[in-house]
């Protein structure tokens, strides 16, 4: 039986001179290529290792200092929102307050008359005249209504007469020599004083008792607010 001619030819071919000359350059080629193809062997340098090791550490620490930040600076940003919203209702508050505050200081000064009247109307001419004790009956009537009006809104009389000299709330017109009583205590009554909301709106007009030479150092109080 012949054999197939293609597997002559590659026989022939295999040991042709040609094939035996070119084989030694092929296999250096197929030996530089093996090594081309070869992995690298790596050299472990410590160093570089270390810093390759300590990277992801230091980012996340790099991220959680960057959370706190972030954070400090929602938390400071949501107090100073909170800190603007009581603002605006304490403005909010004190508006609806104090809004009549000048209205209001017309109206004591209407009370003072009120009382003006009252005090100049002598007990014996309410008793003797019908006519003067009925209008002395309605101008009180309207005084107590009036302070019935000051209560809603927060209006408040002050009398200060036996207490002590506050600059706060009290106007010294003049001090009283023997009194009896302690330095800088209130004595007499002027002008009544009034305060809206525990905000003073006018001052009382005092007199307050002045300190005698024998009393303790004999020193003169301090009136001025």
């Known amino acids: 039986m012949t054999p197939p001619r293609w597997s002559a030819v590659w026989s022939a071919d295999r040991f042709s001179p040609a094939t035996r000359l070119n084989r030694p350059n092929q296999e250096a080629e197929n030996s530089m290529s093996e090594e081309q193809t070869k992995p690298a062997e790596t050299e472990v340098d410590t160093p570089a290792a ?16 960057e959370v706190a930040n972030l954070k400090d600076q929602v938390l400071r940003a949501m107090a100073e929102a909170e800190n603007t919203r009581r603002r605006a209702q304490r403005d909010r508050e004190d508006a609806s307050k104090f809004a009549v505050s000048s209205f209001a200081k017309e109206l004591v000064s209407v009370a003072d008359n009120l009382r003006r009247a009252l005090d100049a109307v002598p007990a014996e001419g309410r008793e003797q005249d019908e006519m003067v004790k009925g209008l002395a009956v309605g101008v009180e009537a309207t005084e107590r209504q009036l302070f019935a009006a000051f209560d809603r809104a927060g209006i408040k009389r002050i009398d200060p007469t036996g207490e002590m000299f506050d600059p706060n709330f009290h106007q010294v017109m003049f001090e009283i020599e023997n009194t009896g009583k302690p330095a800088g205590t209130v004595v007499q009554v002027l002008q009544p004083g009034y305060t809206i909301h525990g905000r003073l709106l006018r001052e009382a007009m005092v007199g307050v008792a002045k300190a005698s030479p024998t009393d303790a150092g004999g020193q003169h109080i301090n009136t001025t607010a």
Not at 50 to 65: C, G, H, K, N, S
């Open 50 to 65: 270390e810093t390759a090791t300590d990277a992801p550490a230091d980012r996340v620490a790099a991220l959680e200092a």
